[in-house]
């Protein structure tokens, strides 16, 4: 099992450019997230997707889109990139929680963004 | 909102050693999780160590263990016989049962750094 697979693991854009990151998950996990890694702030939720077809929003979606494309895949669209969004990103995934137990989280590799 | 902090940005320790990392959270709730995440060099997040909020019981894995004080709100990691590859970003997160997928927050993490 490969786990949490993350594309690309390093980008460069310039301001106003697009551009769309990609994760897949092969454990059968109902739950996907984003998260953005910023220094001395630890990770802040994105967006996530409790189950396929559906997604919301975390702490900070500003500036961002999402698409939970079927199961095994969910999405992170930069529509128009900005210098704050230089950060790295992180999607994850877990079984989908229950009222008798909440299920850790397993983290990509990440994708160090820098947009200049 | 919940908040965890983690009051040590940097920790080192001696190799064979024992280290504690703390971690403080601020909640209303009385049923959630409690984790401790490993972020090595390669940026892998790697679940190190989880804890139910209405077990007593101290969790243990290995040569990692918890200090749980739920009416202090504390959650300290130990590390015992400290190795080189434990030299890594620690997060502590929390997770409640309230908006699924939603409610997982992370501390801004530790950096430890292991000593030969």
């Known amino acids: 099992n490969a786990g949490v697979t993350q594309t690309p693991k390093f980008q460069v854009l310039k301001t106003g450019q697009s551009m769309t990151l990609q994760c897949a998950q092969d454990m059968n996990h109902n739950s996907m997230y984003w998260y953005r890694q910023d220094p001395g702030m630890g990770l802040r939720l994105i967006y996530y997707?409790?189950?396929?077809?559906?997604?919301d929003k975390g702490e900070v979606p500003n500036g961002y889109n999402v698409s939970r494309l079927n199961k095994r895949e969910f999405s992170l669209r930069l529509e128009s990139a900005a210098p704050s969004q230089t950060s790295v990103y992180f999607c994850a995934s877990s079984e989908a929680d229950s009222v008798l137990t909440i299920y850790e989280q397993y983290f990509g590799p990440g994708t160090r963004l820098t947009v200049t | 909102a919940q908040t965890v902090t983690q009051s040590q940005p940097e920790m080192s320790v001696q190799e064979a050693e024992t280290v504690t990392l703390s971690c403080t959270y601020d909640t209303s709730e009385s049923d959630y999780y409690l984790f401790w995440y490993k972020q090595p060099p390669s940026r892998q997040m790697i679940l190190v160590i989880r804890q139910e909020a209405y077990k007593q019981q101290n969790a243990t894995e290995n040569r990692f263990s918890v200090n749980f004080q739920k009416a202090a709100k504390s959650f300290s990691l130990k590390i015992s016989d400290s190795q080189l590859g434990d030299a890594a970003m620690y997060f502590c997160a929390y997770r409640s049962y309230d908006n699924y997928g939603q409610n997982f927050v992370f501390g801004p993490g530790t950096r430890l750094s292991v000593l030969p």
């Open positions: 997707s409790a189950s396929e077809g559906t997604t």
